[in-house]
């Protein structure tokens, strides 16, 4: 920026003109109602951009650690300020260098101290998994299985709040005692719950058909940089306080509430995936994989990710975590893959923008889950935002008959959760013997009442959100408290 007087419209840049290559400065104007952010070097409303008074986005010092000569001795690299530290100070989480270039370099393949390239050699079931491009099944290199005798797993997933308008109309709609998998048990979703707007008795009642739960935070901040350079401690508040909250108001005793997706799908670098490994956690399901002809198994992130870290900003983990990654492969978007011209994949089928009518939804359905079963048979991810499905008129109902319809055409595809399609892998089993594989048949047509018919309807308050009263339903007594970030037993403050 020029100046910070004005509307925020304008920027200049560096660019390069011409076949010389000559650099000049080309100016830059955001369309009316737009401000310039310097952060993310886009235009966005007005609104939401907060750097108007700055002029310049500040330049990070980088090390210097690609050098013709060695400059340093062995095991040292040398700072952007010149001097030499050991190799395991860069992205220690404190700033070794004058300059603080060590803490500059940590986000991917850029981490000096970043894991190994997968080593099959090494890394063995059930508590490992890696192939050298991510696209291998597992069991099909070992020669325990052939492609033809993997099921196709489709995993149907819905992020936020539950309540009762999406359990009436989406819920229990798409997931009824009828629908059977081929191994005679209830088709299963797994639900990444965030705090607020939940009704506790509706969570309890999803697990006690079992349905997977996992957590998508409490406050679910709109601010993108409060997840990508979140520190342990935030991560650690938001995810293991959902959890802590999940279990005490839905009753949840049994410890399978052990998966993660991050808000916005914004991924935490390796603070998230320490805080992860430390409380316990199984997987994460946040990382998109970008869209390719043979889509990627899920792997463990003991070796390097097979793939790019993909999307604006995103701090994917670069150290070695003994964490499944469920990565969400992009989906193919176009109305006619035969003819049409490439389009960037989406990774939430609630992201996909240029899904207007029903037919378009059941196209994408559909030849999406040709390309996985007609490959690798990768497990397919189908992420929704509840309410885009109920937004968009009809497009339940094709879910639903798009469901019937997988399931009344082949005898080897199943719905099942993420914690399901791990458990097969972890132990790789044929079709043919499948209805009689242990992990799939714990709840397998499960009947009865909710555990309560009448949930409590707590109004409560909290210290941290002052002014606003929230309904929390459960089963259970009444909180004292609105449960939250610094308080999700809802007992109150001590202070």
Known sequence: RLTTEGDCRDVVRCDRAGVAGTIRLASVKCP???????????????????????????????????????????????????????????????????????????????????????????????????????????????????????????????????????????????????????????????????????????????????????????????????WTEGSYDTWLAEMAGDRLIIERFANITDGTVVGVRAPYLLVGGNEQFNMMTDQFFAYDSSISAPLSRVPLWPYTLHYRMPHKCHGNAQNCPSRSHPIWEMPINELDRRDDPEFDENLTGCHLVSSCSNIYHKEQFRQLLQHNFERHYGTNKAPLSLSFDPSWLLANTGFNDVLDDWMNHVLNTYTDVYFVTELQVIQWMQNPTSTQNLRDFAEWKEKCTVQGQPHCQLPNACPLETRELPGETHRLHTCLDCPKSYPWIQDPTGDGFSY
């Open 32 to 226: 009316s109602g737009l401000a310039f952010d310097l952060e993310r070097q886009t235009c966005d409303w007005k609104a939401s951009v907060n750097n108007c008074d700055r002029l310049s986005k500040p330049r990070l010092a980088k090390p210097n650690l690609h050098t013709l000569e060695p400059v340093c001795p062995d095991g040292q690299l040398q700072c952007g300020s010149g001097e030499c530290i050991a190799r395991e100070f860069f992205c220690d989480s404190r700033q070794d260098c004058q300059d603080g270039s060590d803490e500059n370099v940590c986000r991917g393949d850029e981490d000096p101290n970043k894991s190994d390239v997968c080593n099959p050699a090494e890394c063995f079931l059930p508590d490992c998994f890696c192939s050298a491009d991510g696209t291998s099944a597992p069991g099909i290199a070992e020669g325990v299985l052939e492609i033809a005798n993997v099921p196709m797993m489709i995993t149907v997933n819905f992020n936020g709040a539950v309540n009762d308008d999406n359990v009436q109309e989406l819920y229990n709609k798409l997931f009824h005692i009828e629908r059977l998998n081929p191994n005679g048990c209830t088709a299963k979703g797994t639900f990444f719950v965030s705090h607020k707007y939940t009704n506790y008795s509706a969570v309890q009642e999803l697990h006690r058909k079992g349905h997977e739960i996992g957590v998508f935070s409490i406050t679910n901040d709109e601010d993108a940089k409060y």
